[in-house]
């Protein structure tokens, strides 16, 4: 810190100087005043852009997921390909699998050349390689549900497979797809007529929103609702363990706790525990509840357990925060009109602390509802969870993802059509973050009470 | 009543012990009522305290017990069954404990298929090897990954044997416990019995007990690590996992596995995240909290702290598929590259992971500088106004000098931060272990490896997947290290000027 | 009458070095200093008394400008020194207050060494032109200071380890060592203990050789004690100021002497 001005420079004599002129030193002084504040400005600016930029890309990249491309076509149900026997038994129908639908996607789109007169040099099974895979069972479980409708002709509306669908958002181009097996550029032309027809478009998808997630080879079928469901289980066992537990503890540590090296003990350790990297939370959880209490892998209550333990000292601090602020002179009352220590902390202090307490639980499970990494080692990561639960019970202990590991294990499938479904999830799992901290910022100006 | 003291589900007695709870408290509060004579004055408590004090006898020491049994079972079981397990008939290369899991997941399995009513009990107790029990099995719906051997099978009888005895012993310890709790608690209540005082009592109990709870997931997690780690050096030499060269598993077993090639990814991008971090976080909280006005200081502050609320998922995906093209873009691909050099082949290096975890730092450390700025009394920036010194210098001489010991703890803080992130060294930082000074090539780290050695296929007992406890617990030390270190400084910084 | 004339012309040889006109501070929507006219003289010592909150404090912090740290303060009217209004556009609050030093009510030397706290004036308004000039500088701030005895042998102790007393002479060097040519201070002996403040105060009378002292204080025997003149403050008014002895003998309002005689306070 020793700037001792070099001995060239002329020493000011301030005695006598007039104010009204300013010296070279106050005007140096004054710049390096204004280059300082601008380092500042500059962090800020930096800090905004970067924030500018994260959410730009997700925007830029995400929605797409939230559209999707589709194709209408009237699908004739061969009774011959269906219900050889003709008799309508629901197991004999049952029998023919998915692959035995493939011939009527051909027909369809045989008979849609025929009707709208586009040409092309494509045969059948080329034209029916446009279409989902999920396409087959779509059909499948139509007719399933349906057998009365067996020999007659049904429009039906089918996911494109993603190529077709990233022609549609900008992804593939005629370029890029030079090496690409799995499209080429005649059945683009075919995708180029029927959308000149009004037979093919991109429409709304809420099938991402509401759906499960598919396998490697289906992108346009996958969705985010089942993992969304997973994530609300955890949730739920999160809110259920840890709000009390973390009040409990809050009430005791502030309201009755004696000054003693015990609880010395139990404070640190709470603010050590708020500071532990997340993945020590999931081995403590992967050796405990799994390895040692059997408890089922990948099951959203033991990533539940999980997050209640990380959530824990965040939810404390805040609680105990917000006991801080109630002042002496409201347990003072209560114990001066003869109420138990008790008594003044349960019918007083703590109504009066409920808006804070409220509003640290919901950060807590914004900040858990985010978390990835102690989910990925108890496995709810590397699996496809392809129904809904059907009971809580069930939501609770079945397999399941949760919103962050289903983006993780988007992100890793390499694939563009799974990129973006892992940022159109990312909009997803934001807009749940952000509901929930503008609740809670909410609460906070509703409730906010000075003393 | 049968079914409840027979099932190992826990659900049905936490309802009976519930029901037993809510009949206490009735009952209770009306004995006292009538030993008042009706009159609740006459009573030392409130009536309901009565009742709470019945619910408290009945429900407590019941669910107590019942916790301690559900932990303590499993592990009696366990090692009773391993020890009738013949050592030879361990395979070779495999271990105790692979047998145990096929042990319990045909037990497991025998179980689901009784309770579904696919065979009956008698059948499921008698079964023997020689019925070619995987397909049997797989007909009534219990899948079984390999052939039984006798001995599992055997082991799986017993062990389905005594988790049964021990689930009878508990629902009846349990529920005669829960009586014995009703009872006690009827006979207590009289009117001169100090009820509130009782209950208040058990609260501060429950409540001395959710606060230990902190303590308990410590100690949790530093045994569950603890343990697995003595085995992993029982298999794998610690002086290889120290100060070994190289990191390389290799699931035929033989693997080097030394954690320098991790620590030095995991440091260098976290020094190259901090060093984003602190400059950009530093002067964003001297400017916030020294020259910004109110308006500016309520949007910026805020707006930066999303930054921090924005899960570190999104910062993973932002890393590989967004910062590191970029970068790529800058450093690579030659003459098509905007510097003409080819010095970064792939997305994934340390410097994406180090720029984006710098990204994801700046609103913690400029969050925490502003509050240990704002510490700093008023009176040493006033002495030095006073003195006629400008607004940075006085930042720069007073201000900062003053808050250096709380800036010291909130960089070790996010220091701590950096090291334990997870996702975006996963999805940004690579998976090649080494030692380099290329901040352009990919580097794994210490998170990396545990997330990758745990969700591996390698076998659990394999020094390949038990080594990720070792790297965790030299992870929760290290990080543990520099909180104790940070927490330190900044409450001796905040005591000097309280 | 005559003995007070002869006074007022032994006080008033020293020619004005603040001239205040139509002084009015506003607080946000509230006014705190309202129609301040006041004349401060060189080489003498000035006491501004009142009763908490009567912003006298509030007036002090106009002359060097430190308001202009408080957001929500506004200064209208004219402030002179040696002629020149210091609101004046061109005026740079830093070099105002090179000029015009200040001493606070609590002592806040900062977290550095005693040779470090002296030094840090000079060293920012570059008054030295190297260690041997600096180090003759500090000294001679902490001779005026009266604490050099004290601390010359442990200059690069931390100042903060001083006691009150020496924490708030140390502050007074602090303050001469930028050669200021008025010295303000605000309460500087509210925090100190009796011995303190009789070593202070004994400091502020040397002190007026040199400067042009304004002292804001709580205490009327201080006031009597250490000033020539005296200010008394009302409620924002500046309601009698003369020469000390006049205002604790004939003072000529009747607040001044509701305060004086322990009435209002």
Redesign the interface.
Known sequence: ?SDIPNPAAPIADPRGASLLVQDGRTKR??A??G???L??????A???L??L??LF??IS?GTGAFQQTYVTLSVPLLEEKLDKNGNRDLAEIKKVSTFGYAPLTKAAFEAKIAESGIETSLKPKAMADLLSKDAAAQLRDYVVANPDLIGSTVEFEFLTNSRVDGYLKGRVSRESIANDKNINAAQLDLVDALIADGSLQKRLNLNFITGADASDARPEAAGMGVAMLGSFAMMLVVLVLAL???V??S???EE??PKNWITD??E??????A???????G??G???FI????LPNSAPLVGGLVLT?MT??TI?ISTRASLKSVPPSIRDAALGVGA???QSVFHHVLPLAAPGILTGTIIGL??A?????PL??I?M??FIASNPPESIAEGLMAPNSAM?AQ??EW?KRADPAF?ER??GG?II??VF?ISM?AIAVLLRRRFERRW | MGQILTTGAVLPLVTLIAVLALGGYFLARRRAMISAGGDSRKLHSLPSYYGYNAVISVAVPALLALGIW??VQ??LVQSSVVEMIPAQAVPEGSSVNLIMSDV?RLAEGLDAAVGAGAISDAEATDLTVADNLRAWLAERGVAIGAEVSPEVLQAAQAYREMNALGHVGRNVFVLLLALAGLLLAYRESHADFRA?NRV?NA??A??????????L??V??VL??LF?TINFFSLHPWTDFFFGASWAPNFRGDSDLSILPLLWGTLYISIIALAVAV??????A???S??A??KVRAT?KP??E??A??????Y???A???VGPALVKIFGRGEDGLLGVDWMSGATSVLTAGLVMG?ML??FV?SLSDDIINAV?Q???????????????T????VI??ALPGIVGAVL?AA??A?????IV??GAGAIARISGNPLEAMTTI?TR??SQ??GDSD?ASPETLV??AL?LT??VL??GL??LA?YIVRKYREQYE | MKDTEMLEQNVTNHPVKIAARNVQVYYGDSQAIRDVDIDINDKTVTAFIGPSGCGKSTFLRCI?R?ND?I?AARVTGDIRIDGEDIYDKRVDP??????V????Q?P?????SIYDNVA??PR??GLAQNKADLDGIVEQALRRGAIWDEVKDRLHAPGTGLSGGQQQRL?IA??VA?EPEVL?MDEPCSALDPIATAQVEELIDELRQNYSVVIVTHSMQQAARVSQKTAFFHLGNLVEFGDTDDIFTRPQDPRTESYITGRIG
């Open positions: 810190m002084r004054n390096s005043e280059r300082f504040k380092y500042g400005i500059v962090a800020i930096i800090g905004l970067m924030l930029t994260l890309t997700i990249r009390p537990i973390g409990a503890a009430i005791y540590l009755f706790a003990i139990i640190v350790n709470i603010s050590n525990l500071a532990v990297p997340s993945i020590v939370f081995i403590l992967l050796a405990v390895n040692y209490m059997h333990l824990l000292p404390i138990s220590k008790m914004a900040q509802l985010g978390e990835t990494a990925l080692l496995g990561v590397g962050p983006i993780y992100a990129y892992a940022w990312i799992l934001l973050l901290n | 559900l932990l499993p592990m319990r509130r208040e609260i501060k429950l409540l001395i007990l959710a606060a230990s709870l902190a303590i997931t410590t949790g997690i569950s690590m697995e400059p950009i976080g530093l002067f964003a001297i400017y916030l020294e020259y006005g109110p910026a707006l930066l999303i930054l609320g924005i899960p570190t998922i999104v993973g995906l932002f590989l598929l967004t990204i700046i609103p400029s009394p009176s040493l920036r006033d002495g030095s106004f006073g003195l006629g010194a400008t607004q940075s210098e930042i720069r001489q007073v000098p003053a803080l701590s931060r090291i334990g992130e997870t996702m996963v999805l998170t545990i997330v745990l969700t659990f990720a406890f965790g992870l929760f990080t543990l909180n104790v927490l | 060097n430190m740290t957001d830093v070099q105002l207050r090179a000029k030093g200040m001493v606070f609590k806040n030397p900062f977290p550095k840090y004036g920012i308004h502050c602090r303050a930028t303000l």
